[in-house]
């Protein structure tokens, strides 16, 4: 199974920026793609981005679009969010999760780290 533990998350204005983290450990070589989720007070958990390990392919939900760049490094196991002129609506809980080369679903969670954006 693969450890996961997010950081980077604060207080910040409105158009401000943050850059979140994800270190992975454990069974990382089994990871086929690394996502960021996140949970505002009162609503579902919805998908951010994601990228793919091989080749590095990035996925975005369309509210982030333009404004979120994920990356990757593989020498440190670690995921980045970079979020750029933020928005109250990005408040929430952000987490990142994993999935498995042998599962469809993301079965690995982190802690969460909480996101603050005042206006």
């Known amino acids: 199974q693969v450890q996961l533990v997010e950081s980077g998350g604060g207080l910040v204005q409105a158009g401000g920026s943050l850059r979140l983290s994800c270190v992975g450990s454990g069974r990382t070589s089994s990871t086929y793609a690394t996502g960021w989720f996140r949970q505002a007070p009162g609503k579902e958990r919805e998908f951010v981005a994601s990228i793919i390990w091989s080749g590095g392919s990035t996925s975005y939900a369309g509210p982030v679009k333009g404004r979120f760049t994920i990356s990757r490094d593989n020498a440190k196991n670690t995921v980045y969010l970079q979020m750029n002129s933020l928005k109250p609506e990005d408040t929430a809980v952000y987490y990142c999760?994993?999935?498995?080369?042998?599962?469809?679903?993301?079965?690995?969670w982190g802690q969460g780290t909480q996101v603050t954006v005042s206006s």
């Open positions: 999760a994993t999935v498995s080369r042998a599962k469809y679903v993301y079965d690995s």
